[in-house]
C-alpha cells in the first residue's frame, strides 16, 4: 500500500476545537432574539395587535436572526455528539436528537408564523387585526413558543444531563444544575417569560465547560494539541 493509500484510508474528519464556541454563539442569539422579541411584542397572547402598527423592526430583526441560531445549535448538538463518541447510547441519543430537532422545528414555524403575521398586516393592515387569522397565528406563535417549545427544550436538558451524568460528559454539578433548570421549564413556562431564558443560560455554561475541558483539545498523530 501507497503512502498516499495509507494517508487516504487514515483520513477522518476532526471536530475543530471551535465548534464548542457554538454553544456560546446559540445562546446570546437566543437572548437577543427574545429580548428583542419581548420589546415589541406583548407577551399577553389576547393583546390587540396594537404593536403591528408601531416600529416593529426589532421583531424583523429577531426573526431573521433565528436561523442563525438554529445552526449553531445544530453544532452544539454535533459537538455533544462528539464528545460521546463510542459511549453515545441508542436509546438517549434518539431521544437527544429528536428533542433538539423538535426544538428547531418548532422555533423556525414560530418565527414564520410570525413574520406572516408582520406581512399579512402591511398587506391588509385594516382587516388583519380584526380577523380570526390574527388571533389564530398569534396563539399558534405564543403555544409554540412558551408551551411546546420550552417543554421540549426540558427534555433535551433532561436526556443530555442524564447521558452527562453516566459518561461524564460535562461536571456532575453542571448535570444536576440543568435538572434543575429543567423543571423551572416544565412548570413555570407558561406563566413566567423569564423562564426563556434560563435555557440558554445552560447551553452556556456546557460551552464554557467544553471549552476548559482538556480532553475537548484535539490531539495529532505525535501527541502534541492541534
Not at 391588509?124 to 427544550?153: C, E, Q, W
Not at 407558561?190 to 456546557?206: A, H, K, Q, R
Amino acid at each position: 500500500m501507497t503512502s498516499i493509500e495509507t494517508n487516504l484510508t487514515g483520513a477522518y474528519l476532526r471536530t475543530p476545537r471551535a465548534a464548542a464556541l457554538a454553544g456560546i454563539i446559540f445562546s446570546v442569539l437566543w437572548v437577543v432574539v427574545f429580548g428583542l422579541m419581548r420589546l415589541s411584542v406583548p407577551s399577553d397572547p389576547f393583546e390587540e395587535g396594537a404593536w403591528l402598527a408601531g416600529d416593529t423592526t426589532y421583531v424583523a430583526l429577531a426573526i431573521n436572526l433565528v436561523p442563525f441560531a438554529g445552526v449553531a445549535f445544530l453544532w452544539f448538538v454535533g459537538v455533544l455528539r462528539d464528545r460521546l463518541g463510542a459511549r453515545e447510547d441508542q436509546f438517549f441519543a434518539t431521544v437527544f436528537l429528536g428533542s433538539g430537532f423538535l426544538l428547531l422545528a418548532m422555533l423556525f414555524v414560530a418565527a414564520a408564523v410570525v413574520g406572516a403575521i408582520i406581512v399579512a398586516f402591511r398587506a391588509a393592515p385594516d382587516s388583519l387585526v380584526h380577523s380570526a387569522t390574527f388571533h389564530f397565528g398569534r396563539a399558534l406563535a405564543h403555544g409554540m413558543i412558551n408551551i411546546y417549545l420550552m417543554k421540549t427544550a426540558a427534555v433535551f436538558m433532561i436526556t443530555t444531563s442524564t447521558i452527562a451524568i453516566y459518561t461524564r460528559l460535562t461536571p456532575r454539578w453542571l448535570a444536576i444544575v440543568g435538572y434543575i433548570i429543567a423543571v423551572v421549564l416544565l412548570i413555570g413556562s407558561s406563566y413566567f417569560d423569564w423562564s426563556l431564558l434560563v435555557f440558554p443560560l445552560w447551553v452556556f455554561l456546557v460551552s464554557v465547560s467544553i471549552l476548559w475541558d482538556r480532553k475537548a483539545v484535539p490531539i495529532s498523530t505525535d501527541g502534541l494539541p492541534l
